[in-house]
């Protein structure tokens, strides 16, 4: 008898290959979940790459759009302002012209005044 094989009875040898079978089962099965398991967790990488970048767009989106919304009110609130520096520049300008004239027109009556006077004066003497 040689040293590669090995004479089993059958009872021995059905138990030892239903042993064999078990281990082989187990394996492959360890081997299929730890497949599955790489597999799966490759995609869930690749899917949450994918979010990130979803993400990263839709924040650059709400970004974009708050940004453009204070420039909107920037402009907006720079309108109202150069409007309010000119109608008040203009109700200022409306206000000195009048003032101005009624100084005018006051001074030009007390001048004429003074001068109907004095000429009374001089002309009495």
């Known amino acids: 008898v040689g040293k590669t094989k090995v004479f089993l009875r059958q009872h021995a040898f059905e138990y030892l290959e239903r042993y064999r079978s078990r281990e082989i089962e187990r394996n492959v099965i360890r081997i299929q979940a730890i497949a599955?398991?790489?597999?799966h967790h490759r995609e869930y990488r690749?899917?949450?790459?994918?979010?990130w970048r979803i993400q990263c767009m839709v924040r650059r989106m709400i970004g974009a759009k708050i940004v453009r919304g204070l420039r909107e009110e920037r402009a907006a609130t720079?309108?109202?302002t150069v409007w309010r520096r000119y109608d008040a520049r203009h109700a200022f300008l409306a206000t000195v012209t009048i003032t101005s004239?009624?100084?005018?027109?006051?001074?030009?009556r007390n001048g004429r005044l003074l001068y109907q006077s004095l000429d009374?004066?001089?002309r009495s003497i």
């Open 36 to 39: 599955r398991g790489y597999i």
């Open 46 to 51: 690749h899917a949450l790459r994918a979010l």
């Open 78 to 80: 720079r309108i109202q």
């Open 101 to 108: 004239w009624c100084q005018r027109i006051w001074r030009g």
């Open 120 to 122: 009374e004066e001089r």
